[in-house]
């Protein structure tokens, strides 16, 4: 059975069913796309940056009375042969008429009624919902002028090609499936009364209560304009806390920063981010021989400094140094070596961290002309590498 007398049973079917189980078929009527000289004929329709598709159907299909708060549903179904470039296209209503044989230039348009999720193979059905557009038809005909198909504008250079209704051979003509509601049922027998609940009473005004799993909690009031955060399962006043451990920002958190450290802040959290991988396993630190000026910085918020300033006295290829700066990863560029006490703070926190193994890693810091200070992750022991020798490398940015 071809389409058209596929379409035409399941026209009849429709009418001859009742309204709660009723779904119809709305044919097309016309289809191509805006094009000069006109392709009104041709077996494909082309939806590209530069050419829109216009479609038309005939709503004559639909039981006489059928209003707007009769349908439930109206999907326009399509068949995409080809895409030359995936993305999402959008639909609108046409509001002025055109003939599908001689329509060369866009006929007016009225605003966005839809758009579709993105389409990135061909051979295949894809659907939109048009309920609007359609609801909108039933109870005002003359509004029926179509619609037209463009690439949505998140994706402003989608190209996909239809099968129009001319492409007899794969038949594979676009159409629109309404959903009609039916009647309400029969109420239902009632159920049993539910059991009388507790709700635990406030004692502050502003209060409220959170449910834990077993019981519920009170959340202290908050003071004005104050942000209600979800944190783990728990809600609270305020940012979230940030733990080591946690992965957030681009890698893992491995250190907190405490008072006393550079950069401590007693009213907004900052501390250090691990990558949650090894850059290196056998990088250099460089330039061995020759002291790096400002590069001898050990103390946690000294490694970024540290890391600049070797880069900018020793321009060899492929150093530790080089390796952490030029790294982008997670969407952060501001990676670094860390100092000699911030590589610390990663031993010390490794297990809860991750991703490090029982190896020898280099700092950011030097330790004279030829060595540079390096951690043993095995042991936690700290002394001079030759800087001509090959060490792991594990990059950290601060927050």
């Not at 966005?112 to 051979?123: D, F, P, V, Y």
């Not at 060899?316 to 070596?337: E, M, P, Q, R």
Request: aromatic content about 8%.
């Amino acid at each position: 059975m071809n389409f058209q007398n596929a379409l035409r049973a399941t026209i009849l079917l429709a009418s001859l069913s009742p309204l709660a189980t009723q779904a119809v078929i709305v044919p097309l009527t016309a289809d191509t796309n805006v094009a000069l000289p006109n392709v009104g004929a041709a077996q494909a329709i082309n939806i590209r940056p530069a050419a829109k598709a216009l479609l038309a159907f005939d709503l004559s299909t639909l039981p006489d009375g059928i209003t707007s708060s009769d349908i439930a549903k109206a999907t326009l179904v399509f068949y995409v042969k080809n895409v030359p470039v995936g993305g999402k296209i959008q639909t609108s209503p046409v509001t002025q008429a055109w003939s599908e044989t001689t329509v060369t230039t866009s006929p007016s348009q009225g605003a966005t009624a839809a758009s579709s999720a993105i389409i990135s193979r061909g051979n295949s059905y894809f659907a939109l919902d048009v309920t609007n557009l359609v609801s909108d038809w039933v109870d005002n005909p003359a509004n029926n002028n179509g619609l037209v198909l463009e690439p949505d504008s998140s994706t402003p250079t989608t190209s996909i090609t239809l099968d129009s209704k001319e492409a007899k051979q794969t038949s594979h003509p676009a159409f629109i499936e309404i959903a009609l509601k039916g009647p309400a049922g029969a109420a239902g027998a009632k159920g049993d009364t539910g059991a009388t609940g507790t709700f635990q009473a406030g004692t502050q005004t502003g209060q409220m209560l959170y449910w834990d799993g077993s019981a519920w909690i009170p959340v202290a009031p908050g003071i004005s304009k104050q942000t209600l955060s979800y944190c783990k399962g728990i809600p609270i006043w305020g940012d979230c806390k940030l733990s080591v451990g946690d992965s957030d920002l681009g890698g893992k958190v491995a250190y907190i920063l405490q008072a006393g450290d550079l950069g401590y802040d007693a009213n907004v959290q900052h501390g250090l981010i691990a990558a949650p991988n090894d850059q290196s396993t056998s990088a250099t630190w460089g330039c061995y021989g020759s002291a790096i000026a400002g590069a001898d910085g050990i103390a946690i918020g000294s490694g970024n400094q540290d890391t600049s300033d070797i880069i900018t006295g020793c321009t060899t290829a492929g150093i530790a140094a080089k390796i952490c700066a030029d790294l982008v990863l997670n969407g952060y560029s501001d990676w670094y070596l860390p100092s000699k006490d911030e590589l610390n703070k990663l031993f010390v926190n490794r297990t809860t961290i991750g991703s490090f193994s029982s190896a020898l890693y280099w700092s950011a810091s030097e330790y004279n002309d030829n060595y540079a200070w390096i951690q043993y992750f095995g042991s936690g022991d700290q002394f001079g590498g030759l800087k001509n020798t090959g060490f792991y490398v594990h990059a950290i940015r601060a927050f």
